[in-house]
């Protein structure tokens, strides 16, 4: 079976990866829980993206595929924003990312898949999103120039997607009115769901898209292209 690394999978859509790949791949899985990780093909490793390193001797001697699940959404008009709110956004999302990557890259194997998260407000300006636009916006670049830099032997792709609900969102979605509205932005009349960036993601780890590098890709119920109102 194929070794998968996930970065943050206890939760949202990584858990939703986890359920995905775990019956058919040894899953490695570095989050600070662990309640929803049972099952005999995975490994869990304690691992906090903001403090701790990440301990690579429990990790195999090849990875075929790698995805690093945690973000923020910090959504405010620029001047609340404060400096450090946006040093934070940069660390958790692009730093702490290019950090493990930096320790992996020499794991990974010929034909291996590596799979990271944005958002649609990178490559479609919105406005209060100025702190997480940039940090993602980061990670498209990054993994342009990972894809060109390492094909053929590693795939690197980017999921874009737009509001889903999960844990990070609840503050979006906490009330049905909220839900309403936000579901009617989308020309698909619904928020994105975890498995729906989860099969993507997914997708892109297998050997189904092994002629897929460098990508961004929306999976964002039309926001980003269509404009139905």
Known sequence: MKNI?????????????????QETHNVFVASRTDEELQHKNITHIKFDVTTDELDVSQLPEKLDGFAYC?????????????????????????FAMVKIVKEIISLMNEG????FFSTIAVG????????????????????KSMAAEYAPKVRVNVIAPSLVDTPLAKRLLNN??????????????????????????????????????GQIIGVDGGLSTLNIN
């Open 176 to 213: 049905d009115k909220k839900r309403e509205m936000m579901s009617e932005r989308h020309p698909l009349k619904r928020v994105g769901n975890p498995e729906d960036i989860a099969n993507a993601a997914v997708f892109l780890l297998s050997d189904k898209s092994t002629w897929m590098t």
């Open 70 to 94: 945690p973000g923020s959404i910090n959504l405010k008009p620029f001047k609340m924003m404060s400096l450090d709110t946006i040093k934070d956004d940069m660390e958790l999302n692009f």
């Open 124 to 143: 479609t300006g919105m406005p209060f999103h100025t702190s997480v636009a940039a940090a993602k916006g980061a990670i498209e670049g990054f993994a």
């Open 112 to 115: 291996s898949s590596m799979v």
């Open 5 to 21: 690394l996930l970065i943050g999978g206890s939760h949202g859509i990584g858990l939703s990866m986890v359920k995905e790949l």
